[in-house]
């Protein structure tokens, strides 16, 4: 009784803390909010990009949108060093959602779905190969980032898997991103104007259609290993 009373507060928290960063983002306006953080941040020389790894983390964990901040790295950075404050700041965050998911809803949604043998299968494939998926998500520009580190909370992976394929993973997508701002160039337009246009536009739907797809069919038939796997046992 005590263990679920536990495990309910956990889940309860859990709902409350993803409702509140819900509510704030709804309440705000999170693109303007961050243009004036980067703002704020290329006037700080030397400590700028310390602030900028703890405000990426913070957005990390009340789902605003990470894409403004890794296209402003790009325009305060360039290239390079922006790809790496974001990696730093996006990893770190992720690890933050994860820990407090697993520690959190983990064993309420054991409970709640572990006589199932499709979610007990795949739950195994994650604990297995979960290195394996969470690079290909984190590949795909489609799957989103601040969600997919709760969910991966509520896995077996192990931690340290999870983290490393997170910063590896992210590596690809997020020098695109970081590379796009510096052709803006002006932290202004950052979520006021399109992305890319023209060849690039296309360039950009192309690499993000591409990847996903190629995703999409690993993990499938990763989840189909492990089904056929694990249900004839349970059977």
């Known amino acids: 009784m005590a263990s679920f009373k536990r495990n309910t507060l956990r889940a309860f928290l859990l709902l409350v803390v993803i409702s509140l960063a819900v509510y704030l983002v709804r309440i705000t306006d999170p693109r303007h909010l961050l243009r004036v953080s980067l703002v704020r941040i290329s006037d700080l020389g030397p400590w700028g990009p310390f602030w900028f790894v703890i405000i990426y983390i913070v957005a990390c964990l009340t789902f605003f949108p990470g894409f403004i901040l890794t296209m402003g790295a790009g325009i305060l950075w360039g290239v390079l060093e922006g790809t790496l404050y974001v990696s730093i700041g996006a990893?770190?965050?992720?690890?933050?959602?994860?820990?407090?998911?697993?520690?959190?809803?983990?064993?309420?949604?054991?409970?709640?779905?572990?006589?199932?043998?499709?979610?007990?299968?795949?739950?195994?494939?994650?604990?297995?190969?979960?290195?394996?998926?969470?690079?290909?998500?984190?590949?795909?520009?489609?799957?989103?980032?601040?969600?997919?580190?709760?969910?991966?909370?509520?896995?077996?992976?192990?931690?340290?898997?999870?983290?490393?394929?997170?910063?590896?993973?992210?590596l690809p997508v997020v020098t695109l991103f970081a590379y796009l701002g510096r052709l803006l160039g002006d932290i202004a337009a950052l979520g006021t104007q399109p992305i890319a246009e023209g060849k690039t536009k296309w360039l950009v739907s192309g690499i993000g259609i591409g990847t996903t797809v190629v995703v999409s069919l690993f993990i499938a038939r990763i989840a189909r290993r492990a089904l056929a796997s694990r249900i004839p046992d349970e059977e």
């Not at 820990?99 to 809803?105: E, F, P, Q």
């Not at 983990?106 to 199932?116: E, H, S, T």
């Not at 980032?145 to 590896?168: H, R, S």
């Open 91 to 170: 990893t770190i965050g992720a690890a933050c959602a994860f820990l407090i998911s697993r520690y959190l809803a983990r064993r309420w949604v054991l409970k709640k779905f572990a006589r199932n043998p499709n979610f007990r299968a795949i739950d195994d494939a994650v604990e297995s190969e979960g290195w394996k998926i969470v690079g290909l998500i984190r590949l795909s520009p489609v799957f989103p980032f601040i969600p997919m580190n709760f969910v991966f909370g509520l896995t077996k992976i192990p931690f340290w898997q999870f983290f490393f394929a997170t910063w590896i993973g992210i």
